[in-house]
């Protein structure tokens, strides 16, 4: 079993910064991608990053050039660095893994419990 711990979240003034990490752990496991992904009040979840163990990154157009996704793989761990927050990222903001599969897919298997990210204007 893997688990997944969110940490960094909190309150921000618009125009500010926070990174998020992620650490994945547990036994018997070989993470692929990893990504973040948020849902705000009343909204549905929506993707924010991901990452490949290769270092391929993809962004949401919302965050693109604000947001740089990155990981540590000795560590199992994913970050996640946000800057000139805005009101709209307010959200909970979920850490993702996929666990290794000979073939290639979107799906993430592991989730984490989330943390909030609340930015004040």
């Known amino acids: 079993q893997v688990q997944l711990v969110e940490s960094g979240g909190g309150l921000v003034q618009a125009g500010g910064s926070l990174t998020l990490s992620c650490a994945a752990s547990g036994s018997g496991f070989s993470i692929s991608a990893m990504g973040w992904y948020r849902q705000a009040p009343g909204k549905q979840r929506e993707l924010v990053a991901t990452i490949t163990r290769g270092g391929n990154k993809n962004y949401a157009d919302s965050v693109k050039g604000r947001f740089t996704i990155s990981r540590d793989n000795a560590k199992n761990t994913v970050y996640l660095q946000m800057n000139s927050l805005k009101p709209e990222d307010t959200a909970v903001y979920y850490c993702?893994?996929?666990?290794?599969?000979?073939?290639?897919?979107?799906?993430?298997?592991?989730w984490g419990k989330g943390t909030l990210v609340t930015v004040s204007s």
């Open positions: 993702a893994a996929q666990r290794t599969r000979p073939y290639s897919t979107s799906v993430m298997d592991y």
